[in-house]
């Protein structure tokens, strides 16, 4: 399985950016697919996942500005992020794992996204 993340760059506060996520080879199902970032110096936190069945999570530090979605037919997971904060700068990395054992998880390369003015 791999994955290939894109979408990131440069915003400003307030601004808007759409990641995306593309996950080829054998993909089992059922499956988590969704989005970890990671700011310099920090621990790696997790944004938001949506399960095979389309149920959400999200971080509390993104609820009602980031949206998560996956079009299972073509295997891809999208990361909608609005009024972004500079405290929302970080490599955005996506994933998806099996929901049954052994629970295999597989990652994509990470995706800059820097909110600043």
């Known amino acids: 399985v791999q994955l290939q993340a894109s979408g990131g760059g440069l915003v400003q506060p307030g601004g808007s950016l759409r990641l995306s996520c593309a996950a080829s080879?054998?993909?089992?199902?059922?499956?988590?697919m969704g989005w970890y970032r990671q700011a310099p110096g920090k621990q790696r936190e997790l944004v938001a996942t949506?399960?095979?069945?389309?149920?959400?999570d999200y971080a509390n530090s993104v609820k009602g500005r980031f949206t998560i979605a996956r079009d299972n037919a073509k295997n891809m997971v999208y990361l909608q992020m609005n009024s972004l904060k500079p405290e929302d700068t970080a490599v955005y990395y996506c994933y998806v794992r099996r929901n049954y054992p052994p629970y295999n998880v597989y990652w994509g390369h990470g995706t800059q996204v820097t909110v600043s003015s």
């Open positions: 080879g054998s993909i089992f199902s059922p499956n988590t």
């Open positions: 949506i399960t095979s069945g389309d149920i959400t």
